[in-house]
Protein backbone atom coordinates (compact mmCIF):
# COMPACT_ATOMS: atom_id res chain seq x y z
CA UNK A 1 0.00 0.00 0.00
CA UNK A 2 1.34 3.28 -0.67
CA UNK A 3 -0.22 5.73 1.84
CA UNK A 4 2.44 9.06 0.27
CA UNK A 5 2.26 9.46 -3.24
CA UNK A 6 4.14 11.88 -5.56
CA UNK A 7 2.72 11.79 -8.51
CA UNK A 8 5.02 13.47 -10.23
CA UNK A 9 8.94 11.63 -11.23
CA UNK A 10 10.40 15.44 -12.08
CA UNK A 11 9.81 19.18 -12.26
CA UNK A 12 11.58 21.41 -14.11
CA UNK A 13 11.56 24.79 -13.20
CA UNK A 14 13.68 28.22 -14.43
CA UNK A 15 15.91 29.85 -11.50
CA UNK A 16 14.08 32.30 -9.75
CA UNK A 17 10.37 31.29 -10.61
CA UNK A 18 8.64 29.45 -8.19
CA UNK A 19 8.87 25.69 -7.83
CA UNK A 20 5.77 23.52 -6.68
CA UNK A 21 6.17 20.16 -5.73
CA UNK A 22 3.00 17.98 -4.55
CA UNK A 23 2.39 15.38 -2.45
CA UNK A 24 -1.15 12.97 -1.56
CA UNK A 25 -1.91 10.95 1.04
CA UNK A 26 -4.80 8.29 1.70
CA UNK A 27 -4.18 8.30 5.86
CA UNK A 28 -6.16 11.24 7.66
CA UNK A 29 -4.69 10.20 10.79
CA UNK A 30 -1.25 11.19 10.10
CA UNK A 31 0.15 13.48 13.13
CA UNK A 32 2.93 15.38 10.90
CA UNK A 33 4.37 15.50 7.67
CA UNK A 34 7.90 16.06 6.00
CA UNK A 35 9.66 16.83 2.78
CA UNK A 36 12.98 15.81 2.72
CA UNK A 37 15.66 16.80 -0.36
CA UNK A 38 18.50 14.22 -1.53
CA UNK A 39 21.56 14.64 -4.12
CA UNK A 40 22.61 11.64 -5.16
CA UNK A 41 24.95 9.79 -3.16
CA UNK A 42 23.61 11.36 -0.15
CA UNK A 43 21.33 10.35 2.48
CA UNK A 44 17.94 12.63 2.47
CA UNK A 45 18.31 15.61 4.36
CA UNK A 46 15.19 17.07 6.01
CA UNK A 47 14.02 20.35 4.63
CA UNK A 48 10.44 21.25 6.58
CA UNK A 49 7.64 19.81 8.49
CA UNK A 50 3.65 20.58 9.06
CA UNK A 51 1.92 19.46 11.93
CA UNK A 52 -1.45 18.15 10.42
CA UNK A 53 -3.14 20.52 12.65
CA UNK A 54 -1.17 23.83 10.48
CA UNK A 55 -2.07 24.44 7.35
CA UNK A 56 1.37 26.40 6.38
CA UNK A 57 4.96 26.79 7.71
CA UNK A 58 7.54 29.05 6.39
CA UNK A 59 11.16 28.59 6.43
CA UNK A 60 13.22 31.17 4.01
CA UNK A 61 12.33 30.33 0.79
CA UNK A 62 10.37 27.41 1.88
CA UNK A 63 6.92 27.03 2.24
CA UNK A 64 4.85 23.80 2.88
CA UNK A 65 0.74 23.86 2.39
CA UNK A 66 -1.31 21.21 3.86
CA UNK A 67 -4.72 20.81 2.73
CA UNK A 68 -6.37 17.90 5.03
CA UNK A 69 -9.43 18.08 2.99
CA UNK A 70 -7.97 17.10 0.34
CA UNK A 71 -5.45 14.92 1.51
CA UNK A 72 -2.28 17.08 0.21
CA UNK A 73 0.27 18.54 0.64
CA UNK A 74 2.73 20.86 -1.63
CA UNK A 75 6.49 22.50 -0.87
CA UNK A 76 6.84 26.16 -2.59
CA UNK A 77 10.53 27.08 -3.44
CA UNK A 78 10.72 30.62 -4.09
CA UNK A 79 12.69 31.90 -5.88
CA UNK A 80 14.27 28.68 -7.06
CA UNK A 81 17.98 28.36 -7.23
CA UNK A 82 20.68 25.88 -9.39
CA UNK A 83 21.21 24.40 -6.25
CA UNK A 84 17.93 23.16 -5.00
CA UNK A 85 18.03 20.47 -8.27
CA UNK A 86 17.49 17.68 -6.33
CA UNK A 87 14.96 14.92 -5.55
CA UNK A 88 12.53 15.85 -3.39
CA UNK A 89 10.67 13.43 -0.71
CA UNK A 90 7.29 14.25 1.45
CA UNK A 91 6.93 11.41 4.71
CA UNK A 92 3.98 11.22 7.15
CA UNK A 93 4.37 10.07 10.55
CA UNK A 94 2.32 8.79 12.95
CA UNK A 95 3.34 9.58 16.39
CA UNK A 96 2.64 6.02 17.93
CA UNK A 97 5.41 3.76 19.60
CA UNK A 98 6.36 2.81 16.27
CA UNK A 99 6.79 6.56 14.55
CA UNK A 100 7.26 4.63 11.25
CA UNK A 101 8.07 7.37 8.43
CA UNK A 102 6.00 6.91 5.11
CA UNK A 103 7.65 8.34 2.26
CA UNK A 104 6.41 9.12 -1.19
CA UNK A 105 8.50 8.20 -4.57
CA UNK A 106 10.29 11.11 -4.93
CA UNK A 107 10.29 14.32 -7.50
CA UNK A 108 13.29 15.46 -8.84
CA UNK A 109 13.40 18.74 -9.36
CA UNK A 110 15.94 20.71 -11.92
CA UNK A 111 16.45 24.33 -11.84
CA UNK A 112 17.46 25.56 -14.96
CA UNK A 113 19.81 28.18 -14.81
CA UNK B 1 26.60 19.72 13.42
CA UNK B 2 26.00 16.38 14.63
CA UNK B 3 25.63 13.40 12.03
CA UNK B 4 24.94 9.63 11.44
CA UNK B 5 27.14 7.55 9.74
CA UNK B 6 27.17 4.51 7.78
CA UNK B 7 30.05 1.86 7.26
CA UNK B 8 31.13 0.88 4.25
CA UNK B 9 30.27 3.09 1.70
CA UNK B 10 29.71 0.59 -0.94
CA UNK B 11 29.25 -3.55 -0.21
CA UNK B 12 29.37 -6.29 -2.80
CA UNK B 13 28.65 -9.64 -1.60
CA UNK B 14 27.85 -13.06 -3.36
CA UNK B 15 24.32 -14.10 -3.23
CA UNK B 16 23.93 -16.40 0.15
CA UNK B 17 26.28 -14.39 2.22
CA UNK B 18 25.89 -12.83 5.26
CA UNK B 19 26.65 -8.73 5.46
CA UNK B 20 26.15 -6.42 8.66
CA UNK B 21 25.63 -2.93 7.36
CA UNK B 22 26.79 -0.42 10.29
CA UNK B 23 25.29 2.95 11.59
CA UNK B 24 26.58 5.24 14.02
CA UNK B 25 23.63 7.51 15.27
CA UNK B 26 23.38 10.78 16.75
CA UNK B 27 24.51 10.43 19.87
CA UNK B 28 21.01 11.35 22.57
CA UNK B 29 19.08 10.07 19.72
CA UNK B 30 16.72 7.46 21.26
CA UNK B 31 15.07 6.08 17.82
CA UNK B 32 16.54 4.19 15.48
CA UNK B 33 15.80 2.83 11.74
CA UNK B 34 16.59 1.33 8.81
CA UNK B 35 15.49 2.64 5.41
CA UNK B 36 16.10 0.93 1.76
CA UNK B 37 15.81 2.68 -1.51
CA UNK B 38 15.84 0.26 -4.79
CA UNK B 39 17.43 1.86 -7.92
CA UNK B 40 14.85 4.09 -8.85
CA UNK B 41 11.91 3.44 -6.31
CA UNK B 42 10.76 4.82 -3.02
CA UNK B 43 12.57 5.02 0.42
CA UNK B 44 10.89 1.81 1.78
CA UNK B 45 10.95 1.82 5.54
CA UNK B 46 12.41 -1.43 6.76
CA UNK B 47 12.30 -1.26 10.80
CA UNK B 48 12.39 0.97 13.99
CA UNK B 49 13.90 0.09 17.23
CA UNK B 50 13.48 2.07 20.60
CA UNK B 51 14.47 1.31 24.09
CA UNK B 52 16.65 -1.85 22.69
CA UNK B 53 14.11 -3.41 20.74
CA UNK B 54 12.23 -3.71 17.56
CA UNK B 55 8.87 -1.11 17.99
CA UNK B 56 7.93 -1.69 14.27
CA UNK B 57 9.16 -3.50 10.83
CA UNK B 58 7.86 -3.65 7.81
CA UNK B 59 6.54 -6.58 5.51
CA UNK B 60 9.72 -6.74 3.50
CA UNK B 61 11.75 -7.16 7.07
CA UNK B 62 11.49 -11.02 6.92
CA UNK B 63 13.45 -13.60 9.07
CA UNK B 64 16.56 -12.86 6.93
CA UNK B 65 17.09 -9.60 8.93
CA UNK B 66 17.78 -8.57 12.25
CA UNK B 67 18.98 -5.46 13.26
CA UNK B 68 21.19 -4.59 17.14
CA UNK B 69 22.75 -1.92 19.01
CA UNK B 70 26.00 -4.08 20.58
CA UNK B 71 27.17 -1.23 22.47
CA UNK B 72 26.21 2.47 23.23
CA UNK B 73 27.41 4.05 19.85
CA UNK B 74 26.38 1.56 17.16
CA UNK B 75 22.75 0.23 15.07
CA UNK B 76 23.45 -2.93 12.80
CA UNK B 77 21.47 -4.45 10.38
CA UNK B 78 22.23 -8.05 9.31
CA UNK B 79 21.14 -9.80 6.50
CA UNK B 80 22.04 -13.63 6.65
CA UNK B 81 21.77 -14.56 3.48
CA UNK B 82 21.62 -12.35 0.87
CA UNK B 83 19.18 -12.71 -2.17
CA UNK B 84 19.75 -10.62 -5.46
CA UNK B 85 16.83 -8.43 -4.86
CA UNK B 86 18.65 -7.17 -1.81
CA UNK B 87 20.52 -4.94 -3.37
CA UNK B 88 19.82 -1.52 -2.95
CA UNK B 89 21.06 1.48 -1.02
CA UNK B 90 20.18 1.14 2.90
CA UNK B 91 20.22 4.19 5.16
CA UNK B 92 19.96 4.56 8.72
CA UNK B 93 18.75 7.78 10.39
CA UNK B 94 17.73 8.30 13.89
CA UNK B 95 15.72 10.40 15.46
CA UNK B 96 15.25 12.34 19.06
CA UNK B 97 11.78 12.79 19.65
CA UNK B 98 12.06 16.24 20.57
CA UNK B 99 11.17 17.57 16.88
CA UNK B 100 10.71 15.56 13.93
CA UNK B 101 13.37 15.38 11.64
CA UNK B 102 15.31 12.30 11.14
CA UNK B 103 19.06 12.87 10.37
CA UNK B 104 19.83 10.55 7.83
CA UNK B 105 23.34 8.77 7.19
CA UNK B 106 24.96 8.86 3.83
CA UNK B 107 23.77 5.15 3.17
CA UNK B 108 25.53 2.06 2.35
CA UNK B 109 25.16 0.77 -1.20
CA UNK B 110 24.62 -3.01 -1.20
CA UNK B 111 24.95 -4.62 -4.43
CA UNK B 112 24.70 -8.53 -4.51
CA UNK B 113 26.07 -10.97 -7.29
Known amino acids: DQQVKQNSPSLSVQEGRISILNCDYT??????FLWYKKYPAEGPTFLISISSIKDKNEDGRFTVFLNKSAKHLSLHIVPSQPGDSAVYFC????????????FGTGTSLTVIP | EPEVTQTPSHQVTQMGQEVILRCVPI?????FYWYRQILGQKVEFLVSFYNNEISEKSEIFDDQFSVERPDGSNFTLKIRSTKLEDSAMYFCASWADSSYEQYFGPGTRLTVT
Open chain 2, 27 to 31: SNHLY
Open chain 1, 91 to 102: AAVFLDTGNQFY
Open chain 1, 27 to 32: NSMFDY
